[in-house]
């Protein structure tokens, strides 16, 4: 049991999930969760996010303030010519923020998520169990580990991540 308790002392690889608002209006919340958690991944941050009441106001403004993070989050795509309409779905409702650890967790988490357009993702993965347009993919995955270290800072406060160690840890990793 020696080397789980090491393991889980060390920092593994991260990624940075997020279920969007299509995923979470229709009800897709819990579905999602389990892929990552039946893999064997560990949960180390989990939140529902939507714009503070308090911000409404200064949201009607533009930009609005709610907006932030979701540019920031998609910043490289910036120029491309869906960024606007991308930045009104995600901000068009409450979405789940995640963080998951796990050994090689970035590139396993996009195979099970699949590719972006949900009619070219295969069956078996969520967008490709789930989905069926590019505007409307229920679930976000970082690309690289770099990205998930700067997505897991952008979208979780200081104190929201949690250190654990999962109970089944030694019947997961030799
Ligand atoms: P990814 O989510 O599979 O990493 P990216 O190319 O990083 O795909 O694009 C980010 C998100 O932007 C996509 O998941 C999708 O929601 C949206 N998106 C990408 N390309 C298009 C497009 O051609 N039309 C509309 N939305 C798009
Ligand atoms: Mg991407």
């Known amino acids: 049991f020696l080397p789980h308790l090491v393991a889980s002392m060390q920092k593994m690889e991260e ?97 099970l998520i699949g590719a972006t357009n949900p009619l070219q993702a295969e069956p078996g993965t969520i967008r490709g169990d789930l989905a069926v347009q590019t505007g409307r993919n229920v679930v976000h995955g970082s690309d690289s580990p770099e990205n998930g270290k700067r997505e897991i800072a952008l979208w979780f406060k200081e104190g929201e991540l949690c250190e654990w160690t999962p109970a089944q840890a030694p019947w997961l990793l030799e």
């Open 15 to 111: 990624t940075y999930i997020m279920i969007k608002p299509d995923g979470v209006q229709r009800g897709l919340v819990g579905e999602i969760i389990s892929r990552f958690e039946k893999k064997g991944f560990k949960l180390t941050g989990l939140k529902l996010f939507k714009c503070p009441q308090e911000l409404a106001e200064v949201c009607a403004l533009s930009p609005c303030f709610c907006s932030y993070f979701c540019r920031e989050h998609y910043k490289d795509l910036n120029s491309k010519p869906f960024f606007p309409k991308l930045i009104g779905y995600i901000t068009s409702g409450p979405v789940v923020c995640m963080a998951w650890e796990g050994d090689g967790v970035v590139a396993s988490a996009r195979k």
